[in-house]
């Protein structure tokens, strides 16, 4: 939903926006279904200042997760992770698991940074995960930098929508 208000040129259906400063233009626009398919839409309200420090434009926009779903053989647990960042582009995970190892462990991480999800040496995500008690191929560490390279643009979200799914395939020979 935008709200347009403020002291500027720009006109709205043949009304300065000056004259509507009292006023709030309202537009609707609703997420097309394929965005909504394997992503979670959430709106935020982003205010662009002038520079004379009159709201020039406030406006809803929407606020992408990237989600993944961990299911862990031989233990039969599932986890739903999602990542998202925040108004200070740091990323943040939520959790939902049947692992309480899981829950403990994402939930410890807290606001990530993009050397987080890059330097292997300096990451939190890898630090904490080899503190944890998670096992050691415990599938939630790649599930985890999946979700967080999606939604740091590291991975595209065209690729996350073809929904391939990433796997461990028992050979028997």
């Known amino acids: 939903m935008d709200r347009g208000r403020g002291r500027s040129g720009v006109h709205c259906h043949g009304h300065s926006l000056c004259e509507m400063a009292q006023e709030e233009v309202l537009v609707a626009a609703a997420p097309s279904p394929s965005l909504r398919r394997n992503n979670s839409i959430f709106f935020k309200t982003c205010t662009v200042i002038s520079h004379s420090g009159h709201s020039v434009l406030s406006m809803m926009v929407p606020v992408m997760t990237s989600k993944v779903k961990v299911n862990m053989f031989p233990c039969e ?19 939902t698991s049947t692992c ?12 990530l940074n993009l050397f987080d999800l890059t330097d292997k040496r300096s990451s939190k995500v890898f630090r904490n995960f080899i503190d944890s008690d998670m096992s050691a191929n415990c599938l939630l560490l790649p599930g985890v930098m999946t979700a967080l390279w999606v939604e740091a ?4 979200r065209s690729m996350a929508k073809k ?10 020979d």
Not at 153 to 156: D, E, L, R, V, Y
Not at 163 to 172: H, S
């Open 77 to 95: 647990n599932t986890s739903l992770i999602e990542a998202s960042r925040n108004d200070d582009g740091d990323f943040e995970l939520k959790i």
């Open 153 to 156: 643009g590291m991975i595209a």
């Open 163 to 172: 929904r391939v799914p990433i796997n461990i395939e028992f050979i028997d």
């Open 100 to 111: 309480q190892k899981a829950l403990r462990f994402v939930e410890g991480l807290g606001p």
